[in-house]
C-alpha cells in the first residue's frame, strides 16, 4: 500500500462514523441511548417510526461499532459503546448550533421566552441545589433518571408530575430539565407548573450535556 493508498483508508475509516450519523433518527437514537438502555420496541416507539427501519438504523450505528446490544428473554437491547459516543453527538449539535443559522432560530422558537430559561451557571446550580435553595426536577422517565441524573435531582417524570405536586414547595425555585436541548418534556414541565403558580425555569442541559463538560453525574 503506498501513501496515498494508506491516507484514503485512513479518512474513510474515519468516515464511517459519519456515514453512520448522517441519519436525524440515528442522531436521535444515539440522544435516546445517551439516557440509558433501550429495547427496539422502546426506541421504535419513541423515534414514531415502524420496528424495521428502526431495526436498520440500529444496524448501520452497530456497524460502525457505536452502539451494541444483549438479549434479554425475547428482547433485544441496545446500548452506546462508550460515554464518548453521546459527547460526539453534544459536540455536533453544538456545532451546527454556532455554524447553522435555521437551526438556532428553530431553537429560538422552542425558548421564546427568555425567562424560561435557567441563567445560573452549573457550579452555582449544584451548590444551590446541595444547599436545598432550589428544587431540581428530572422529567424524564424513571428507568433513565435511575440510570444516571444531575446531581441532587428528583426524580418526576412529566406524567407524574400533576399528581405530585404536594411534594414541590412553592417558596423555591424550581428547575425542570429533561434529555437536553432538543426535548419538550421540560417545556410541559415548565407550562404545568406555571400554571399551578410555581417558580419554575427550565435547564437546557441533560445528562449528555453535563457528563460533556466533565462534571459528575449521580446514579
Known amino acids: 500500500m503506498n501513501k496515498r493508498q494508506l491516507k484514503d483508508a485512513l479518512y474513510e475509516q474515519v468516515a464511517r462514523i459519519g456515514k453512520a450519523v448522517s441519519s ?3 442522531l436521535e437514537i444515539v440522544e435516546l441511548l445517551a439516557q440509558g438502555e433501550k429495547t427496539v420496541e422502546q426506541l421504535t416507539s419513541e423515534l414514531g417510526i415502524d420496528i424495521k427501519l428502526t431495526s436498520a438504523h440500529l444496524r448501520a450505528l452497530r456497524e460502525a461499532h457505536l452502539v451494541t446490544s444483549r438479549k434479554e428473554g425475547k428482547y433485544v437491547i441496545y446500548r452506546l459503546t462508550g460515554e464518548d459516543v453521546a459527547g460526539l453527538w453534544v459536540l455536533l449539535r453544538e456545532v451546527a448550533q454556532r455554524h447553522l443559522l435555521d437551526l438556532r432560530l428553530a431553537l429560538g422558537e422552542m425558548v421564546a421566552a427568555p425567562d424560561k430559561l435557567l441563567t445560573l451557571d ?30 441532587y435531582a428528583r426524580s418526576m417524570p412529566i406524567d407524574e408530575i400533576t399528581t405530585r405536586l404536594h411534594e414541590l414547595p412553592k417558596d423555591k425555585q424550581i428547575v425542570a430539565y429533561c434529555r437536553g436541548p432538543f426535548c419538550l418534556f421540560s417545556e410541559e ?5 406555571c400554571g399551578h403558580g410555581y417558580r419554575v425555569h427550565k435547564l437546557l442541559d441533560g445528562v449528555s450535556e453535563w457528563q460533556a463538560a466533565g462534571l459528575t453525574l449521580a446514579t
Open 24 to 26: 436525524p433518527k440515528r
Open 122 to 151: 452549573r457550579a452555582n446550580l449544584l451548590q444551590q441545589a446541595r444547599d436545598g435553595e432550589v428544587i431540581v426536577i428530572d422529567v424524564r422517565p424513571s428507568e433513565e433518571y435511575a440510570h444516571a441524573h444531575l446531581p
Open 189 to 193: 414541565a415548565y407550562q404545568l407548573l
